[in-house]
């Protein structure tokens, strides 16, 4: 018996045919509008995601990247959680659900999952494409608007992808003390921008604030080191892109790179890394030079040379975003 293929593929697959019949121009005029919503403000009371031809315009320009960065964002928080996997899970805002495919490439098996969204045909387009894998089947979709008034059941794990950026501040405020409320752990990821990485401190002070542990990406639940203004924590996910993905968005190589910043959090003990790469390391002649977020709250430049032996090894291989130094 063939073993079932990993979450990317089945949701590479279950994308493929989509756009059929959708004309190009159609799907363009989508993409550069949901360009500029992504990049921008939009209200609250004006779903991003109108009629089938919108979210099927998303799901190509959107979804894939998604799920990298939502799974990147997992996969460093199981790794300062051994031994525990989400019970069940709540994704606010999650569209089409591409949080509800990253939990399942991460921890794998059947849960319950209740995905909200405004957007009514994103929740239903959300359904088809999880027929394509049998541990999402049973997803709920519903209909929710996001804002102040939401109010989520007890779980183990919220996930909250892209969706700040789409609120007020206030909205915000009341989403991420709902996800505290609700949850045993919260993971919030946004764009890798400056702005994506202000709304993210923000919902860390408020999770920190409400008892949570940093697991990660920081190495620790302190103040961000990064003086306001000066910088910001972000990292890079690698997207394959589908030969149907490049003829929506453009371009003919077959990867991109999505930039995101996140902060994934719990209620119970967490053992975050012992430092974290925040910039892609610099591989020169005998050295490898590494940017680290540490454990006593500070960003420090650290040389690795060829006289650390597997050290020096371990940091040519190592990427941005890993925890440093690699685990025995």
């Not at 799974?71 to 989400?86: I, K, N, Q, Y």
Request: net charge neutral; glycine share 8%; hydrophobic share 45%.
């Amino acid at each position: 018996m063939n073993a079932p293929a990993p979450p990317a593929e089945t949701l590479r697959a279950a994308l493929a045919g989509l756009l059929d019949g959708l004309p190009p121009r159609q799907a363009a005029q989508a993409v550069e509008r949901l360009i500029a919503n992504y990049r921008g403000a939009t209200p609250t009371d004006a779903p991003i995601l109108r009629d089938r031809a919108d979210v099927a315009a998303y799901v190509a320009y959107r979804m894939p990247a998604t799920f990298e960065a939502v799974r990147s964002a997992l996969e460093a928080f199981a790794d300062a959680v051994p031994g525990w996997a989400p019970g069940s899970h709540t994704d606010v805002g999650g569209g089409t659900g591409a949080a509800a495919w990253a939990v399942s490439a991460t921890w794998g098996g059947k849960r319950p999952v209740t995905v909200l969204d405004w957007a009514e045909p994103a929740l239903a387009l959300g359904r088809e494409i999880a027929a394509a894998d049998p541990a999402l089947r049973d997803v709920r979709w519903q209909r929710s608007r996001i804002g102040a008034a939401l109010t989520l059941e007890s779980t183990d794990l919220v996930t909250v992808s892209y969706v700040l950026n789409e609120l007020t501040a206030p909205d915000r405020t009341a989403l991420v003390d709902a996800a505290a409320t609700a949850a045993q752990a919260v993971v919030i990821v946004e764009p890798g921008t400056p702005d994506g990485y202000a709304r993210v401190i923000e919902a860390r002070d408020r999770l920190v604030g409400a008892g949570f542990h940093v697991a990660a990406p920081c190495p620790h639940s302190a103040a961000c080191p990064i003086a306001p203004g000066t910088d910001w924590c972000h990292f890079s996910a690698r997207v394959s892109r589908s030969s149907l993905h490049r003829q929506v968005k453009g371009g003919s190589l077959p990867y991109e790179d999505e930039k995101f910043s996140y902060v994934a959090a719990a209620r119970f003990p967490v053992t975050p890394a012992p430092s974290r790469v925040v910039r892609r390391p610099q591989i020169r002649k005998g050295q490898v030079l590494l940017d680290l977020c540490e454990t006593e709250p500070s960003l420090h430049r650290t040389t690795v040379t060829k006289r650390h032996g597997d050290l020096y090894k371990a940091a040519r291989d190592a990427d941005w975003g890993d925890s440093w130094p690699p685990a025995p």
